[in-house]
Structure formats: C-alpha cells, structure tokens
C-alpha cells in the first residue's frame, strides 16, 4: 500500500478473528459486539459488518440514533441500545426492530411509543448492581419488574432480555465482581417470581467474558477484545489470542539537527541533553493523540523512537539521536499493524487506557478498511 499523509488502517479480518475468539471461549453463550462511539474509533459500520463475518449475534451501542445508522446501512442482525435521553426516538427505535436496554423511566417513555405505534417494543430491562451508573438501583428493581409485567400482560412490551454491567472485571481478584454476580442473581430470581422470564440474561463485558465464566450467562457484550485490545492492564493483547484491528500510520514531516540544550515545542518542558535529530511527526491532538503524552513510542524503519516535549494541535517530535538514518517521507507507526506498538502503550504514556486512545482517533485520519470478509 502507498503511504498515506495519515491513516487509521481497521483490519476487519482481526475484528472478524477476535470475535471468533471470544465467542469459542465464551461458547455456548451468545456474542454481542459493541460497536458504540463509531465502533471504538474503527468505523460504525465497517466494525458492525467485520464483527457479524466473525460470527457475533447481536450488535450493540449506546444511543438509538448509532443503532438506526446500522440498521440504514442495511444490517438487519438483533441490535441493542441502552444509553437514553427524554429526547431519544423511541419510536424510530421500535419501528427498526431494535431492542432497547431500559433502566426506570425510560420503560415509560418506550411503553407510551409502542402503544402509540400499535407494536411492542422488545426491551431489556437493567439492573444496577454496584457500577452506579444507570440501571435501576436494587431497591428500585422490584417496582420496575412489576411495571415491566403489566406492560407485557398489556401487550406494550416484550422483556427479551435482563441485565447489569460489571464495575471492576479489569481487575479479575476484586471482590466487587462476586458481589455484583450475587446481587444480579438475586435481581433475576426477582424477575422470576414478578413473572418476567428473559430469554437473555447478561453481564459481561470485554474482561468479565475473558476472566469470569461465572459471568457469561446467556450472552456476553463485548467491545474492547473485538478490536484487538486488552483489557487488563498486565496482559498484552497478543498473550489473549487477540489481534489489533487498528493502526495508525503517517509519514516523517521533517527531519533537523539541533545543538544541546534545544527545547521542544510549547512550554520548552523538554531540552535535548546533546546534539540529536529531531523527526516531526505530523499528527496532534485534533487527530487523538493525547496531548499530555511523554515518551510514547512509535515505530520508523523498524525502530522504536519516544516522543519528546508537548503534544501540539497538529504535530509532535521524536528525538532521533545523534546519527539517523530517518528521512522525510518515512512511514512511521504510533500504534499497531506488526509494530509491536499497542494502543495501551501510548494509554500508559498518556495516563490513560487503550480504550480512549483507540476511540478519541480524530475525525481528521481517514480511516481505510482493509481485509474485509464476506458475512458468515
Ligand atoms: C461499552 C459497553 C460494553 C463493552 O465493554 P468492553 O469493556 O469494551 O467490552 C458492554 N456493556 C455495556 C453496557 C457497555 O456500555
């Protein structure tokens, strides 16, 4: 391939593999693959289609409005969406055939579409139970299981599914994780004998599917492990089988020698300590790379160079070394492809984790989909 200015390279045969992974080990459990937030960064749609060849049963996103792109698309696989506002499009949701996650007043809101649109809505009703985010708090569960109930005895709803979402499943010795299993045990068996029985029960995301088989249920959700990253902070992708679907690619923009004690880029934070090269790197943080980020790696003709000085909008500079072989025009790696580079390396320099690294790529990279698979 011609060298791009910049490019997001999204491998969907590694999507289409690390799904296929996850679901052999989560076996006889269903596959829901997340592709909220423009599939992590790889591209709605193109992450949607690679995750369905690789074998994933249901798609997954936050908001109504990325399921409805999906379904626009053409993709007519079992959809979930459970992040809502008292502006989002119930109704638009229904008549797409996408089942909605419902923690309180939402069960409201979706009832009052489906009875208005004469057509049941398919819901899955979630259950806080430890994160603190949405889903009904414990206390609050009974009532909304009776409202569930009566909705469904009304013809209004069918309850497809029950669910919770894990806390700290990243760190598989907490015990927080066997508390929120007891408490969504308790949260099903309340269910039962409030007469909602789902088909679909489910609770684990990307670490509880690979740390918890307790945890697989029904169904696991997963989004981070279908993109090649892991979600433990002590184990690298590759040791999880899996295979990064993205990386990020540019060129060297300039190449320069300076004398000792130069500074680089705003607030002079670093001097050189001796003469060096300095390589410009033309990608900042308008394209997603943190900007606080010290000494994160990239790959250029097969060597790891370290960022030095600030992030800037549009640039950053690697220190070369005295004698340098890099010229301008070089590709050059931040994370991915074979370079042994991974999204949480740069998560590690930044102060964060390859989650945000991998979904904050800037709409500015053209992203290019290589390797697509025909769907299963
Ligand atoms: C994003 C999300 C997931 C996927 O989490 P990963 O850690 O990326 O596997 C699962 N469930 C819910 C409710 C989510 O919001």
């Known amino acids: 391939m011609n060298s791009p200015e910049r490019a997001a390279i999204i491998d969907a045969s590694a999507i289409a ?18 592709v909220k937030a423009d599939g992590y960064g790889h591209g709605l749609v193109p992450a949607a289609r690679a995750a369905l060849a690789g074998g994933a049963d249901w798609l997954g996103t936050a908001h ?23 502006d989002s499009d119930f109704a638009a949701g229904i008549e797409a055939h996408i089942d909605l996650g419902t923690s309180g007043w ?32 414990m206390t609050d569960w009974p009532g909304l299981v009776q409202r569930a109930a009566e909705f469904q005895n009304q013809g209004l709803i069918s309850v497809e599914g029950v669910f919770t979402h894990m806390a700290v499943a990243d760190e598989p010795d907490r015990k927080e994780t066997d508390e929120q299993l007891a408490a969504f045990g308790e949260a099903l068996a309340a269910a039962e004998a409030g007469g909602v029985v ?43 089988g899996l295979r990064p679907a993205m990386e990020l690619r540019t060129t060297v923009a300039n190449v320069k020698r300076v004398p000792a004690g130069h500074g680089i880029s705003y607030g002079l934070t670093h001097r050189v300590e001796a003469p060096t090269h300095l390589g410009l790197i033309p990608l900042g ?45 070089d590709e050059v790696t931040i994370f991915g492809g074979d370079s042994g580079i991974e999204a949480a390396d740069w998560g590690a320099a930044a102060g964060t984790i390859n989650y945000e690294i991998i979904t904050r790529i800037g709409a500015r990279v053209p992203r290019t989909v290589v390797n697509q698979e025909p769907a299963e």
Do not use: C
Not at 210 to 224: E, K, N, Q, Y
């Open 106 to 137: 939402d069960l409201d809101q979706v009832a009052a579409a489906a009875e208005a649109l004469h057509e049941p809505a398919r819901v899955h009703l979630k259950v806080d139970t430890g994160l603190g985010r949405n889903g009904a708090a």
């Open 64 to 86: 109504i409005t990325e399921a409805l792109q999906l379904r626009e698309a053409g993709i007519d696989a079992p959809l979930l969406a459970w992040l809502h506002t008292r």
């Open 198 to 240: 789902p088909d679909l029960r489910h609770a684990a995301n990307t670490p509880a599917a690979l740390s918890r088989p307790d945890a697989h249920f029904d169904m696991v959700r997963v989004g981070v492990g279908i993109y090649g990253q892991s979600p433990f902070a002590d184990r690298p992708a590759a040791s999880l």
């Open 285 to 329: 943080y308008a394209d997603g790379i943190p900007r606080n980020a010290v000494g994160a790696p990239v790959l250029i003709r097969g060597r790891r160079y370290h960022s030095a000085g600030r992030v800037a909008m549009d640039q950053f500079v690697v220190d070369l070394g005295e004698h340098t072989d890099v010229q301008v025009g």
């Open 17 to 34: 593999h690390n799904v296929r992974t996850i679901a052999e080990f989560v076996r006889p459990a269903k596959v829901l693959a997340a």
